[in-house]
């Protein structure tokens, strides 16, 4: 059962930094690119309209990030933990948001609960 817990969300303000974390469980980490999704209070919950923030490949760790967090927010793996990270620096109001963590096996997209970041003063 393919399991995504993330963690690591807060309070910060702006031109802060915070670290996400998404521990991973019940298929084979390595294998598979990861991603990190926001939705922006307000909007409804339709995960499949979220931004994609971030993503990094399984084979050679490539990247690709929404050109509103490029230079400010990086993704990186740990295939020994299970971990996929989002370091978030410069952080701006306008990043507030529910983050998601999120892989796609075969036709089926795997999401966890979220966590939340709030960049306020």
């Known amino acids: 059962q393919v399991q995504l817990v993330e963690s690591g969300g807060g309070l910060v303000q702006p031109g802060g930094s915070l670290r996400l974390s998404c521990v991973a469980s019940?298929?084979?980490?390595?294998?598979?690119?990861m991603s990190w999704y926001r939705q922006a209070p307000g909007k409804e919950r339709e995960l499949v309209a979220s931004?994609?923030?971030?993503?990094?490949?399984?084979?050679?760790?490539?990247?690709n990030y929404a050109n509103s967090v490029k230079g400010r927010f990086t993704i990186s793996r740990d295939n020994a933990k299970n971990t996929v990270y989002l370091q978030m620096n410069s952080l701006k109001p306008e990043d507030t948001a529910v983050y998601y963590c999120?892989?796609?096996?075969?036709?089926?997209?795997?999401w966890g609960q979220g966590t939340q970041v709030t960049v306020s003063s």
């Open positions: 999120n892989t796609r096996i075969s036709r089926s997209a795997y």
């Open positions: 931004e994609l923030v971030a993503t990094i490949t399984s084979a050679y760790g490539s990247t």
């Open positions: 019940g298929f084979t980490f390595s294998s598979y690119a």
